[in-house]
């Protein structure tokens, strides 16, 4: 809002480094188009703040030996105590409801309760919709929330491709294209690109024209779905909990520091997503719960070799035919 100030953080790094002088904004990637100030290059350092993990919703919850013991299991392939592996479970549906954003944690941590808290997350959705608003004019705010509008429907498709279709009929990609960049460049969605190579670097084989799309907050997901803590363990959001799952998935990814990419080979087979780690491509596969089949993941195997796979599913530890089976509440430690 005051373009002066950021200017001024040239001055404080040059002429008095004993300073520590620390800036926090929203919507950072959109707002700082300077027009009559330059932006401090080279003088500033920039941290991308991310919604808090569940890793680090445990330690506020006082539950850092939980945390601590997952990233041992984790580690060593091992099955974690079945009580342990359920209570860690009942965590990660919490999780799911209530988000990571850091005022909706406090307010959960104070009422013991995530349905009473609605009220906060909706608060958060209405300020994200406000700051919206508050950089783009008014054409490019409609199609912001357009764009926005439309994503339950494109994450609940079975091919999840982002469609332009489902914004409105007749939609485009000269049209909206501009406002998808604004809402990844916010921070308010993570972009996942399809590659159709399994090959290292990753980022050499993707496809520009494919994308996928998906909130940046579990919290900010649930309340736009109107999303209970009843309704997601019940039989009714059987299908929807794989959605759910591959969100989160991308969420923690993404926080992790990962690039989002996943696969698919002639329209027939689709990993969710493929990292690059220590010089590695691994695929990774989410599932919802303990069934766990993937022909794609066996379809990718055979063709890529890799050095193993990672299953994401409500199953607990183990290792099997390559394939590192890890829990859904331990995500934070890939």
Known sequence: MCERALTSLKYFSEEAPEYHVMAAGSLLGVAVNREKYSFPVGKVQMLTMY???L??????????????????????NQPLDEILHEEAMQEFYHYCIVGGMPAAVKADLAKDSPI???????????SY????????????????????????????????????????????????????????RAGIVNKCMKCSQGFYPVAAY????????YYSDMGIM??????????????????????????????TLKTNGYDLHYWESDNTAEVDFLIQKDSHVIPVECKAGNHVKAKSMMVYMEK???????????????????????????????
């Open 206 to 213: 993707q496809d520009v024209s494919a994308f996928k799309l």
């Open 51 to 53: 919604p808090m993990d």
């Open 116 to 126: 009473e808290q609605t009220e906060i997350r909706q608060m958060l959705l209405n």
């Open 55 to 76: 890793e680090e919703v445990l330690w506020a919850k006082g539950k850092q030996m939980l945390a601590d013991m997952i990233r041992e299991h984790y580690e060593n």
């Open 222 to 251: 649930s309340a736009r779905l109107g999303m209970t803590l009843e309704a997601i363990q019940g039989k009714e959001t059987e299908h929807f909990r794989g959605i759910l799952t591959e969100n989160y998935v991308a969420i």
């Open 129 to 184: 919709i406000a700051d919206m608003t508050k950089y783009a004019n008014q054409s490019d705010t409609v199609r912001i929330f357009e764009a926005y509008d439309s994503l339950p429907a494109q994450l609940a498709k079975d091919a999840k491709k982002f469609q332009y279709k489902l914004i409105k009929s007749g939609a485009r990609a000269s049209q909206y294209g501009d406002a998808i960049e604004w809402l990844i």
């Open 304 to 334: 890529y070799n890799p050095v193993y796979a990672i299953r994401i599913s409500a199953r607990n530890f183990g290792m099997v035919n390559g394939i590192k089976s890890v829990p859904l509440y331990s995500t934070f430690c890939i």
